[in-house]
């Protein structure tokens, strides 16, 4: 894949992610950063494309960047990581999926209906399995550092 | 007690309400509990409701439930409360101090309604593109996005149940575009649709569902889980049935 063709999907998702900050009241710099993730999701979807078989480990190892970005910027400006997660990860929303669904119902066409019913709700897991993923790790890496702390007499707060 | 009980309460309501993550508002009670010398206070947090019993030293306790009926996604204030938890776990400021500065998160800015329609707009035009849409799609999108939010905020003004108002926005995104299409304004239907309908794509409900059953708060994954389904219900039906009544009876009418 061209690099000229990864950026203009890539500048649209920044865009689409940023309107969202108007919807969901996000205010000043956080409003970049969520933004960023946003492109950063598509960017990593379209870096791994045509290395599967299918595009849903594609969709899962875009959420787990996308994941670990956020986890990163929240730690980074101690905000809570569901203020640059919902924002991130939505260009991957598998939006094109359930419409077409819906699409193929009304007209008749069940057997089509039925796989990108069944490939949308594949996508939709594997999203889930990256958070998932992510989140359990980030848990159990934050427990074990604040066991060091306490061991070293640091208590935060 | 009963000032920390209510600071603490206060705080946790108003975080809860504006879309934090139930762990995190119960990690926010005890926490403020603890830092003011009741280390045993017992909370229990839902979507829609509070818990909190702090216990003396000598067994005296005190309860309090806030039950939250409207809840939105506020990521600003979500932002501050945090912080102001963390402050006040840290400084130990006083009730006053504290009340003041939960009312002054609470009264802060929100984007006017023009804002937000220009949002939906602008949601509605990127993903378009973001869709291989054409740019006249893509302005056709932005219009009707507009639309869209007006029509959103009309019906919830007459208090219109969430479910119906998805019904309607579907039903609209599905009937706008064909007529804008069929009026020549733009081409391609499907990708004006898939724009437009990423405004109410229910994203946010399902992320916090998968989070909240990472934490093991079942039951709260559960309330979101159901609320993101019943969204998407709301939507597909909007959308199916223009698609299968509207359109095609219009499709008649103009030959």
Redo the contacts between chains.
């Keep these: 894949m061209n690099l000229y063709a990864m950026i203009w999907?890539c500048v649209?998702?920044f865009?689409?992610s940023?309107?969202?900050?108007?919807?969901?009241?996000?205010?000043?710099a956080?409003m970049f950063y969520a933004a960023l993730g946003g492109a950063l999701s598509?960017f990593v979807y379209l870096l791994f494309a045509g290395c599967f078989s299918s595009d849903i480990p594609q969709y899962f190892l875009s959420m787990v960047a996308v994941s670990i970005y956020s986890e990163y910027m929240a730690r980074r400006h101690?905000?809570?990581v569901?203020?640059y997660?919902?924002?991130s990860?939505?260009?991957l929303?598998p939006?094109?999926g359930?419409?077409?669904t819906?699409?193929y119902?009304?007209e008749g066409n069940s057997a089509l209906a039925a796989e990108t019913g069944v490939h949308t709700l594949f996508i939709?897991g594997a999203i889930?399995m990256g958070?998932?993923l992510v989140?359990?790790l980030v848990?159990i890496y934050t427990v074990y550092i604040r066991r060091r702390l306490k061991a070293r007499g640091i208590t935060r707060? | 007690m009963k000032e920390i009980l209510a600071a603490s309460t206060t705080l946790g309501y108003d975080i809860l309400r504006h879309?934090?993550?139930t762990y995190?508002v119960e990690e926010c009670i005890t926490?403020i509990c603890r830092?003011y010398g009741y280390p045993n206070t017992d909370v229990f947090v839902i979507p829609s409701s509070i818990v909190v019993t702090i216990t003396d030293g000598d067994g005296s306790y005190l309860t309090r439930t806030r039950r939250v009926l409207r809840r939105d996604?506020?990521?600003?204030?979500?932002?501050k409360l945090?912080?102001l938890s963390?402050e006040v776990?840290?400084n130990r400021p006083g009730y006053d101090e504290v009340m003041a500065r939960l009312q002054e998160i609470e009264q802060g800015?929100?984007?006017s309604p023009r804002?937000?329609m220009?949002?939906?707009g602008?949601?509605s035009a990127?993903?378009t593109?973001?869709?291989q849409g054409g740019l006249l799609d893509a302005s056709a999108a932005f219009v009707l996005g507009v639309l869209l939010k007006w029509v959103i905020d009309k019906l919830a003004k007459f208090e219109a149940s969430s479910f119906f108002i998805n019904i309607v926005g579907g039903a609209f995104t599905a009937c706008s575009c064909y007529l804008a299409v069929k009026a020549g304004f733009a081409h391609n239907q499907?990708k004006m649709?898939?724009g437009m309908?990423?405004?109410l794509?229910p994203?946010?409900a399902?992320?916090?569902a998968?989070?909240e059953?990472?934490?093991a708060d079942l039951i709260s994954g559960m309330i979101k889980f159901a609320e993101a389904l019943i969204t998407?219900i709301g939507i597909?039906i909007g959308?199916?049935v223009s698609?299968?009544i509207f359109t095609p009876f219009l499709e008649v009418l103009f030959g």
């Design positions: 999907p649209y998702s865009f689409a940023l309107a969202f900050s108007f919807t969901f009241n996000l205010r000043g956080n598509w101690k905000s809570p569901t203020v997660l919902v924002i990860y939505i260009p929303v939006g094109g359930a419409y077409y819906m699409e119902l009304v939709a889930a958070i998932v989140s359990s848990r707060c | 879309g934090a993550e995190r926490r830092a996604t506020d990521l600003d204030k979500v932002d945090n912080a963390r776990c840290a800015p929100v984007y804002m937000q220009f949002g939906y602008m949601i990127f993903f593109l973001f869709y499907d649709i898939i309908l990423m405004n794509v994203g946010i399902l992320t916090n998968m989070r059953f990472i934490a998407s597909a959308v199916v698609l299968a």
